[in-house]
């Protein structure tokens, strides 16, 4: 299955944050977390709907939606995540 879509993550905030797409459609993705820097934007290439998650530093508190493909998560802080 050839790769159709990408969930994008802007992290609005002024620290970086730890994030992670799930690959429930998309087997040869990457569902490791990664470190997101502040006021930075990355790119997941993904099919279908995909669970994207958020943790602090201390991995003490986590937030998360579930998206379909062709949306961008912004991340202001774990209690205000945007989908566009």
């Known amino acids: 299955s050839q790769m159709s879509g990408k969930i994008i993550i802007?992290?609005?905030?002024?620290?970086?944050?730890?994030?992670?797409?799930?690959?429930?459609?998309?087997?040869?993705?990457?569902?490791?977390?990664?470190?997101?820097?502040?006021?930075?934007?990355?790119?997941?290439?993904?099919?279908?709907?995909e669970l994207v998650a958020f943790k602090n530093s201390g991995d003490t508190n986590r937030a998360g939606v579930y998206v379909k493909?062709?949306?961008t998560v912004i991340f202001n802080s774990l209690g205000h995540l945007v989908v566009n």
């Open 69 to 71: 493909v062709d949306k």
């Open 10 to 49: 802007v992290n609005n905030s002024t620290s970086p944050v730890s994030a992670f797409v799930s690959k429930y459609n998309t087997p040869n993705g990457s569902d490791a977390w990664y470190v997101v820097p502040a006021g930075e934007a990355e790119t997941w290439h993904r099919n279908g709907w």
